[in-house]
């Protein structure tokens, strides 16, 4: 317990020692005028020459939507044009690997079930 004592007052006199720092008093600002934080100098010009301009990043922050853009929906024809084109783009390239193609299913007919006649 003698051992504890002795290392936590460290903080207070060395904060005492020195002329607070101007800021919002963060835990930062506590961290840097005790000492314990690194100062960060400003970067040399070449640096902040060589950023690009914050204002023009492509950059969505973390935390905000994303901006609602307009949805162009497919029409059942077009839907039936790409199904047919990937249909067939893949027996091609079945056929080039030497892949034997699907069976085709045949077409059926839509029959009525037969409904039960009452007798009069």
Do not use: C, W
Not at 13 to 30: C, I, L, V
Not at 40 to 51: I, W, Y
């Amino acid at each position: 317990m003698a051992l504890v004592s002795p290392l936590l007052s460290v903080p207070d006199r060395a904060a005492a020692q020195t002329a607070p720092a101007a800021g919002n008093g963060s835990f930062a600002d506590t961290m840097e005028a005790v000492g314990l934080k690194a100062k960060v100098a400003p970067p040399p010009d070449f640096v902040v020459k060589s950023r690009p301009d914050p204002s023009n990043l492509n950059y969505l922050p973390v935390g905000t939507t994303h901006p609602e853009r307009p949805i162009k929906v497919m029409t059942p024809a077009e839907i039936a044009a790409t199904t047919a084109d990937l249909d067939t783009t893949r027996m091609s390239q079945q056929r080039r690997a030497g892949l034997k193609s699907p069976p085709v299913p045949l077409k059926t007919q839509k029959v009525k079930a037969p409904t039960k006649k009452t007798v009069p």
